[in-house]
């Protein structure tokens, strides 16, 4: 039984056209070209082998005719036996010519077939990772020239469905509003927690942080709507500000600071930067701006409204005794036995021994404070009568400035105190006054005002909160 070299070919092709062009088409354009000329090479050839063998078979039927047309004769002339001879001779040439076809067209099937299995390994090779299986050509059995082969080829891959199946689904960010089309996600809100929680780091109790977060949460959803509107009503009002208004705010930002800070050293204790400052401050002045500007004459304040606000706040506006102060603290639990207490009590009388032979006061706290004014250099800044535990309170405003007290017990536990100033009590003056009264009524005019304003941009803008 002969081998069929046709349909070989024929099935070959068949296979790369099926499954590994298709696979391949994914991958390299180059190795499709490649596949699509091996392919035509193949059946070209099976074409030829195909027809050579058909016309041989034709003329080996006629020949064959014209042997058994001669052979019936009984009295056959010699013209008969030499047209006899010369059909037999024409049979026998047509049939080594079949054999010649026949080896060339399987000649040249193997050689496709040799092409297109390299150009398989090379798609093979090429479709490293992939999940698209890439289907390599198969061995025919031996069959007849007239049997038909039925060969059932694998289902072609399905690319979209494996790019689907090795894509990772991304989880869905929770939308917590949208302003105009801009979303406000829980992720963005919870980062920004998470930094203004930072600000207080130590000063919040534990008790109270959750409930504290979520009213936070809250402000914040609140203030990125109002920021979002007024941002957008800023664009089209064409407001600007300069960059010397901003750094006149810095400016007057760094004079407030404690002594031996730096304004970075400030904001990266609480994660912001100065450029993240800058950014803000540029925003608010530009805000003020705006409602300045809706606001118009609104801002001017009257002599008698200057006087009636001093004659109602001037009780409020007396300065009483005040003292500027710091402290290191070495805490102590509430339920410590005698002797923690007694080593918490000789931990600090060494470090007061250190601050009496001139130790940096700024660095003892930074480094052995309990108190997050240790970032500070344990300043607490400038502080009245009521605002301290008693025992604190009368160690303060009862020592010289510059002077490094006794150890003080409270609750907390031992407290260093040193005070740096002192200021006596004073009454107001309503020429001294004036600029700060006629300053806390523009504010005070600018907030109720800010709120009127925002509630008109709210009720014509698309702010949505999405349903959980």
């Known amino acids: 039984m002969k081998r069929n070299r046709t349909n070989e070919v024929a099935v070959v092709s068949s296979l790369l056209a099926a499954g590994l062009v298709f696979s391949a088409s994914a991958q390299d354009p180059g190795l499709l070209s490649a596949l699509e000329q091996a392919t035509q090479r193949a059946e070209a050839a099976a074409g030829q082998a195909g027809g050579a063998a058909d016309e041989s078979q034709d003329r080996l039927r006629r020949a064959a005719q014209q042997v058994e047309e001669v052979t019936i004769e009984i009295d056959v002339p010699e013209e008969a036996i030499a047209e006899t001879e010369a059909a037999a001779a024409e049979a026998a040439e047509a049939a080594a010519e079949l054999h010649t076809w026949g080896e060339t067209a399987a000649d040249a099937a193997d050689t496709v077939a040799e092409e297109a299995a390299e150009v398989?390994?090379?798609?093979?090779?090429?479709?490293?990772?992939?999940?698209?299986?890439?289907?390599?050509?198969?061995?025919?059995?031996?069959?007849?020239?007239?049997?038909?082969?039925?060969?059932?080829?694998?289902?072609?891959?399905?690319?979209?469905?494996?790019?689907?199946?090795?894509?990772?689904e991304e989880p869905v960010e929770e939308v917590l509003v949208e302003v105009e089309g801009v979303a406000f996600t829980a992720a963005e809100a919870d980062a920004e927690v998470e930094k203004r929680l930072n600000m207080f780091a130590g000063q919040v109790p534990p008790a109270q942080l959750e409930s504290i977060r979520e009213r936070m949460r809250a402000q914040i959803v609140d203030d990125f709507v109002n920021r979002t509107l007024i941002q957008s009503e800023l664009e089209k009002s064409g407001i600007t500000v300069d960059d010397a208004e901003v750094e006149e705010f810095v400016d007057q930002a760094r004079e407030g600071l404690p002594p031996g800070f730096t304004l970075e050293e400030f904001l990266e204790q609480r994660g912001l930067s100065i450029e993240e400052m800058r950014s803000d401050v540029k925003f608010q002045l530009a805000a003020q701006k705006l409602l300045d500007e809706r606001l118009g004459d609104q801002l001017e304040v009257s002599d008698e409204e200057v006087q009636e606000f001093f004659e109602r706040e001037k009780d409020r506006m007396a300065q009483p005794e005040s003292v500027h102060a710091r402290h290191i603290l070495i805490s102590v639990d509430a339920d410590a036995s005698d002797e923690e207490r007694d080593a918490?009590?000789?931990?600090?009388?060494?470090?007061?021994?250190?601050?009496?032979?001139?130790?940096?006061?700024?660095?003892?706290?930074?480094?052995?404070?309990?108190?997050?004014?240790?970032?500070?250099?344990?300043?607490?800044?400038?502080?009245?009568?009521?605002?301290?535990?008693?025992?604190?309170?009368?160690?303060?405003?009862?020592?010289?400035?510059?002077?490094?007290?006794?150890?003080?017990?409270?609750?907390?536990?031992?407290?260093?105190?040193?005070?740096?100033?002192r200021m006596e009590p004073t009454e107001p003056d309503l020429e001294e006054a004036r600029e700060q009264i006629v300053e806390v009524l523009v504010n005070q005019r600018r907030a109720q005002a800010f709120q009127a304003y925002i509630q008109d941009l709210r009720a014509g803008a698309a702010v949505v909160y999405p349903t959980p």
């Open 120 to 168: 398989v390994a090379d798609v093979a090779d090429t479709v490293v990772d992939s999940e698209v299986a890439v289907v390599e050509p198969v061995e025919i059995l031996d069959v007849d020239a007239d049997e038909v082969v039925e060969v059932t080829l694998p289902p072609i891959p399905d690319l979209a469905a494996a790019a689907a199946a090795a894509e990772v």
């Open 344 to 421: 918490k009590r000789a931990e600090i009388e060494g470090l007061r021994a250190e601050l009496l032979d001139g130790a940096s006061f700024e660095t003892v706290a930074a480094e052995k404070s309990t108190c997050p004014s240790n970032t500070r250099g344990g300043d607490l800044g400038t502080f009245t009568r009521g605002q301290m535990v008693p025992p604190f309170e009368e160690a303060a405003f009862s020592q010289e400035i510059g002077v490094v007290g006794d150890v003080v017990e409270t609750r907390f536990g031992f407290h260093l105190i040193e005070v740096l100033d």
